[in-house]
């Protein structure tokens, strides 16, 4: 059954929708050069019901048990890093353009901020999964 069709169906038994989104996931191969094996790793997006899509950066990963060598993670680090800059519009910007003093440039950026920071996980989280948590500040 289509989902609008399944959205009408609910609603018509008197179920009210209160969160909508879309999952999108995508993978991209991070190659380790002295290789040549390819390591895939996942992103994933969500889209609401009004078209607003975050990107969890922070869920991105490779697949799970499997060895993942520390050349491959850095590649895959930066490429994070540059689609991060992408999406958020920042990858035009000279350094001295942009405003390094503080995480967030507007009011805009703080919510945005917020909104992903509740999605990450916890230090016990990432160390149940085997990953290595950000050193202490």
């Known amino acids: 059954m289509d989902k609008n069709a399944l959205h009408q169906q609910l609603t018509d ?13 995508y993978q991209i191969k991070i190659y380790n050069e ?3 094996v390819g390591y895939p790793l996942t992103l994933t997006t969500l889209t609401t019901e009004h078209g607003n899509t975050t990107v969890h950066f922070h869920e ?9 060598p520390l050349q491959v993670r850095r590649a895959a680090l930066d490429k ?54 950000d050193p202490i500040q």
């Open 60 to 68: 991105a990963d490779f697949q799970e048990n499997e060895f993942v």
């Open 80 to 133: 994070l890093i540059e689609l991060e800059r992408l999406c958020n519009g920042s990858a035009s910007k000279s350094l001295e353009e942009a405003n390094n003093s503080s995480m967030a440039q507007d009011m805009g950026e703080i919510k945005k901020l917020g909104n992903e920071m509740k999605h990450m996980k916890t230090n016990s989280e990432l160390l149940e999964k085997n990953l290595i948590p």
């Open 13 to 25: 038994l008197g179920l009210e929708r209160i969160e909508y989104t879309e999952k999108s996931v």
């Open 34 to 36: 002295a290789t040549s």
